[in-house]
């Protein structure tokens, strides 16, 4: 059997995308609730470099004030984007950012993900220790 090569999911997201441009918004609101669960500042970068993508990098760099390439640094896998930069931008597709407080269960999560990131740290830890004896 021979597969297609149907491209990254950035590019099959941004197609998506473009034929179902009303899905936008749906796609921001996910975006943000992802980071909220799980943090992943790479993936929402490259979830809105795809939204930027669909808007047009130039028109949005210049709604945002930034110039086009430093729009695409700022949203590149190795972007490190300002708040003032990801504000900008976010106001472009019409939002902004806003403080909500997390719920007791997500603070319990939050705190038991950290538990097992110190778990993972201190036996890497020990794993480096032995392997030097």
Do not use: C, H, W
Request: proline share 2%.
């Amino acid at each position: 059997m021979k597969y297609k090569n149907f491209g990254t999911l950035e590019q099959v997201e941004e197609g998506y995308l473009r034929e179902n441009i009303e899905r936008i918004d749906d796609y921001i609101a996910s975006i943000f609730q992802n980071m909220a669960e799980d943090g992943d500042i790479e993936a929402t970068l490259s979830q809105l470099r795809t939204v930027v993508k669909v808007k047009g990098i130039g028109e949005t760099a210049k709604l945002a004030g930034l110039s086009r390439q430093g729009l695409q640094k700022a949203l590149s896998p190795n972007g490190n984007p300002t708040i003032r930069t990801f504000i900008k931008v976010l106001g472009t597709f019409g939002y902004q950012l806003t403080v909500e407080p997390i719920s007791d269960s997500e603070k319990t999560l939050l705190k038991f993900g950290k538990v097992i990131s110190e778990m993972t740290k201190s036996e890497s830890e020990e794993s480096a220790s032995e392997s030097v004896i």
